[in-house]
């Protein structure tokens, strides 16, 4: 039998609370202490896995001698999959290494926040998982026919509509992940700007845009978590190679990377952008009417918006979070309102999310891609800038009837409820960390 990893020991959660509480106000502490969580989460990915298989292997011993002889290569598996587990490991700790690209704060003992014993999120190491996956749909050749089929609409449309691209055309690609189509939109020869929230994507993407010199150096094993509708354990053994392409080849000055909240970053660029590229992004607002505004008023006079993805509506069923869930016919009228005219639409386009292609399990979206075109001016508005519910003795504003944008609390970039991958951020960051060179803040 394997020898046994021992599990962590229990967080002591009344100091954690007692640490939560002492800096409660201080909004840049609680943002180093969840970003040190995201750390926290990556270090432990292996220790986490183990537990999880050293269950599954306790209770295979418990069932008969007779039917463990049934399944003579359980052993052997078990072995190739913490070997796996360790390779994924090794990955990460590249990402941990660029864990300074995003310690903002000269006034924060970023290694005095990580020894405080916060406990790990069961969610935030389902979202470390989940990161790997969509490594395989950005950055690998497996995942060519997800990005054909989310990203190609997109790309096909820019080429239609700016035929003689150059660095002074700017495209905005909000919610970018591991920034896959930010680098697409680039090598076209546009200036390509992503903007991300979730500190797990980032801190990938920032190790694949800054670190990665040449194709294929990283391999990974995404899919060894997944216990269950496996036709062979080869499928779960399966490993992947990325980036597929080489990173660092882009002409000079064309990709940058903005961390931080949407609305919070961009509700002050009014008219600066020639296009704004959405892809599997719509759904994660809290109010979509005011995602709608606020890529209206970010694009110039004639510009572009060019969307593709599904209506999944990530707060959906939170009660302590707003979650304006309309449908397609209903969102159009308020397209009209912002001088976004639909030129385009396409629905029912199929798509999948971070599928393993061996699985027997399949999730196919049916998804909206289509292009606005704006007409006029953004009608100005005083937005609320309330998202979260209200609890009681909150203070209200009853006078005010503009939209919702987010200024705090958890912005999902793909996650929490009904979810396609795992990653969100907490906390407000209105400056933006440049993804192309250390330290270096993009203009936003």
Same mark, same amino acid.
């Given at each position: 039998?394997?020898?046994?990893?021992?599990?962590?020991?229990?967080?002591?959660?009344?100091?954690?609370?007692?640490?939560?509480?002492?800096?409660?106000?201080?909004?840049?502490?609680?943002?180093?202490?969840?970003?040190?969580?995201?750390?926290?989460?990556?270090?432990?990915?292996?220790?986490?896995?183990?537990?999880?298989?050293? /269950?599954?292997? %306790?209770?295979?011993?418990?069932?008969?001698?007779?039917?463990?002889?049934?399944?003579?290569?359980? %052993?052997?598996?078990?072995?190739?999959?913490?070997?796996?587990?360790?390779?994924?490991?090794?990955?990460?700790?590249?990402?941990?290494?660029?864990?300074?690209?995003? #310690?903002?704060?000269?006034?924060?003992?970023?290694?005095?926040?990580?020894?405080?014993?916060?406990?790990? /999120?069961?969610?935030?190491?389902?979202?470390?998982?989940?990161?790997? /996956?969509?490594?395989?749909?950005?950055?690998?050749?497996?995942?060519?026919?997800?990005?054909?089929?989310?990203?190609?609409?997109?790309?096909?449309?820019?080429?239609?509509?700016?035929?003689?691209?150059?660095?002074?055309?700017?495209?905005?690609?909000?919610?970018?992940?591991?920034?896959?189509?930010?680098?697409?939109?680039?090598?076209? $020869?546009?200036?390509?700007?992503?903007?991300?929230?979730?500190?797990?994507?980032?801190?990938?993407?920032?190790?694949?845009?800054?670190?990665?010199?040449?194709?294929?150096?990283?391999?990974?094993?995404?899919?060894?978590?997944?216990?269950?509708?496996?036709?062979?354990?080869?499928?779960?053994?399966?490993?992947?190679?990325?980036?597929?392409?080489?990173?660092?080849?882009?002409?000079?000055?064309?990709?940058? #990377?903005?961390?931080?909240?949407?609305?919070?970053?961009?509700?002050?660029?009014?008219?600066?952008? %020639?296009?704004?590229?959405?892809?599997?992004?719509?759904?994660?607002?809290?109010?979509?009417?005011?995602?709608?505004?606020?890529?209206?008023?970010?694009?110039?006079?004639?510009?572009?918006?060019?969307?593709?993805?599904?209506?999944?509506?990530?707060?959906?069923?939170?009660?302590?979070?707003?979650?304006?869930?309309?449908?397609?016919?209903?969102?159009?009228?308020?397209?009209?309102?912002?001088?976004?005219?639909?030129?385009?639409?396409?629905?029912?386009?199929?798509?999948?999310?971070?599928?393993?292609?061996?699985?027997?399990?399949?999730?196919?979206?049916?998804?909206?891609?289509?292009?606005?075109?704006?007409?006029?001016?953004?009608?100005?508005?005083?937005?609320?800038?309330?998202?979260?519910?209200?609890?009681?003795?909150?203070?209200?504003?009853?006078?005010?009837? $503009?939209?919702?944008?987010?200024?705090?609390?958890?912005?999902?970039?793909?996650?929490? $409820?009904?979810?396609?991958?795992?990653?969100?951020?907490?906390?407000?960051? /209105?400056?933006?960390?440049?993804?192309?060179?250390?330290?270096?803040?993009?203009?936003?």
């Amino acid at each position: 039998m394997t020898t046994r990893i021992p599990v962590l020991e229990p967080r002591r959660r009344g100091l954690e609370r007692d640490v939560d509480r002492k800096y409660e106000a201080d909004e840049e502490m609680q943002e180093a202490m969840h970003y040190c969580d995201i750390l926290k989460a990556y270090a432990h990915y292996a220790t986490h896995c183990f537990q999880i298989f050293n /269950k599954l292997e %306790d209770d295979f011993y418990r069932i008969p001698k007779l039917q463990q002889s049934l399944v003579p290569m359980f %052993d052997k598996k078990m072995k190739a999959i913490r070997a796996c587990v360790g390779a994924n490991q090794t990955f990460i700790r590249n990402i941990l290494d660029q864990r300074a690209a995003f #310690m903002n704060s000269d006034r924060i003992n970023y290694d005095w926040v990580y020894r405080q014993n916060r406990r790990i /999120k069961p969610g935030d190491m389902d979202k470390v998982k989940s990161t790997l /996956k969509q490594c395989v749909r950005d950055w690998s050749a497996e995942g060519k026919d997800e990005r054909k089929q989310c990203y190609g609409p997109i790309l096909q449309e820019l080429e239609k509509l700016f035929p003689n691209p150059s660095t002074k055309t700017k495209v905005l690609v909000p919610g970018s992940g591991l920034a896959r189509l930010v680098w697409e939109v680039a090598s076209m $020869g546009f200036h390509a700007q992503g903007n991300e929230f979730s500190y797990f994507m980032l801190l990938c993407s920032y190790t694949i845009l800054n670190c990665t010199k040449k194709p294929n150096v990283h391999r990974i094993f995404p899919f060894v978590h997944i216990t269950r509708n496996i036709h062979s354990p080869k499928h779960q053994l399966a490993s992947v190679r990325f980036p597929d392409v080489n990173p660092v080849n882009l002409p000079k000055d064309s990709l940058s #990377m903005v961390a931080g909240d949407f609305q919070e970053i961009y509700q002050d660029q009014v008219e600066e952008w %020639d296009c704004v590229a959405s892809c599997f992004f719509l759904d994660t607002a809290n109010n979509v009417i005011e995602y709608v505004r606020l890529i209206s008023s970010l694009l110039k006079i004639g510009g572009y918006w060019i969307n593709f993805g599904p209506l999944l509506y990530h707060y959906s069923g939170m009660y302590d979070e707003i979650s304006i869930e309309l449908s397609w016919e209903e969102i159009k009228p308020c397209l009209k309102h912002y001088n976004l005219e639909l030129i385009r639409e396409e629905i029912r386009k199929p798509a999948t999310y971070c599928m393993d292609p061996n699985s027997m399990m399949k999730t196919e979206y049916r998804c909206l891609s289509f292009t606005c075109r704006k007409t006029a001016k953004t009608p100005k508005e005083s937005p609320n800038p309330r998202y979260r519910r209200s609890k009681p003795g909150d203070p209200v504003n009853p006078g005010n009837t $503009g939209s919702a944008p987010a200024t705090g609390g958890q912005q999902n970039s793909n996650k929490s $409820g009904p979810s396609r991958s795992g990653s969100s951020t907490h906390g407000k960051r /209105k400056n933006g960390q440049d993804g192309r060179g250390p330290g270096k803040l993009a203009n936003s």
